[in-house]
C-alpha cells in the first residue's frame, strides 16, 4: 500500500520561514507528479504547489515569490520551502502524489502568528 507521509509543520511569526517535507513509499517516485494542498478552518482545499515528472512546477498565486517547491527523486522527498508567512497561510497542508490515482497524506499542520 502507497503511504504518504509529511513532516516539518508548526507555529511560526508573520515573516518566518518553514519548510515541510513528504516522502511517498511503494511507488515508482520519479514518474509521478507531487504537490502540496492547504485547507484553512471554513475554507475549501487548494492547491499550493505542484511539480510534475519533469520538475516542471505550478503555484497558486497567492504564494508565487514565497514558496518553493522541489524534488529529490533519490531519496522519495518532495519539500515545500515557505518564506515570508502570513496569517492567511494557516492552514492544514497536505502532500499529494499522482499518475494514475491520487495518494494523500495526513496533512501538518501550519500556524502563522504572533
Known amino acids: 500500500q502507497v503511504q504518504v507521509v509529511e513532516s516539518g509543520g508548526g507555529l511560526v511569526q508573520p515573516g518566518g520561514s518553514l519548510r515541510l517535507s513528504c516522502t511517498a513509499s511503494?511507488?515508482?517516485?520519479?514518474?509521478?507528479?507531487m504537490g502540496w494542498y492547504r485547507q484553512a478552518p471554513g475554507k475549501q482545499r487548494e492547491l499550493v504547489a505542484s511539480?510534475?515528472?519533469?520538475?516542471?512546477?505550478n503555484y497558486a498565486d497567492s504564494v508565487k515569490g514565497r514558496f518553493t517547491i522541489s524534488r529529490e527523486n533519490a531519496k522519495n522527498m518532495v519539500y515545500l520551502q515557505m518564506n515570508s508567512l502570513i496569517p492567511e497561510d494557516t492552514a492544514v497542508y497536505y502532500c499529494?502524489?499522482?499518475?494514475?490515482?491520487?495518494?494523500w497524506g495526513q496533512g501538518t499542520q501550519v500556524t502563522v502568528s504572533s
Open positions: 511503494r511507488i515508482w517516485f520519479s514518474s509521478y507528479t
Open positions: 499529494y502524489v499522482n499518475r494514475d490515482r491520487t495518494y
Open positions: 511539480i510534475s515528472s519533469t520538475f516542471s512546477t
